[in-house]
């Protein structure tokens, strides 16, 4: 018995997300079929003048967004933006550094320093317990 193998497929937007593009930005042909992973895995290593242009110029999707303005999701919620945004947006904002924005970025290094923190504390302890040290 031989085995049959079928092309593994996915939504559209599971697609979108895994390129980090806005889904209703991109091409009818893209939002209305699935796409393999072969598929995939072509758009991501040579892409097309479309997704080039949707990563350059946008609109993209709010963890785009965030990550460009240097806040979380949620910190773009609270600021209000609840919309994709063009990269030429994203510039404007930055550009402006309303209140919300400076909040949000500055909490959103507080929140590194602490994960940095806890990762080395983390790194502190599994060092002493390899060293057989007591746990303190």
């Known amino acids: 018995m031989t085995s049959h193998k079928t092309a593994q497929t996915m939504k559209p937007a599971t697609a979108a997300k895994k390129l980090g593009v ?3 930005a991109t091409p009818a042909a893209f939002r209305e079929g699935a796409v393999s992973r072969t ?3 072509a ?3 040579d892409p097309p003048e479309w997704l080039r242009d949707l990563r350059r110029d946008g ?3 709010r963890p785009v967004v965030a990550a ?3 806040v979380s999701i949620s910190g773009l919620a609270r600021g209000g933006v609840t919309d994709a945004l063009t990269t030429e947006q994203i510039e404007e904002l930055k550009k ?3 209140d919300w924005l400076r909040r949000e970025r500055a909490t959103q290094a507080e929140v590194r320093k602490e ?3 806890i990762k080395e504390k983390r790194e502190e302890r599994a060092k002493r317990a390899e060293q057989g040290e ?3």
């Open 96 to 98: 402006e550094n309303p």
């Open 22 to 24: 806005y889904l209703e």
């Open 39 to 41: 598929e995939l895995n």
């Open 68 to 70: 460009k303005l240097g």
């Open 115 to 117: 994960t940095v923190r």
């Open 43 to 45: 758009l991501q290593s």
């Open 134 to 136: 007591p746990r303190v």
């Open 59 to 61: 609109p993209h999707p």
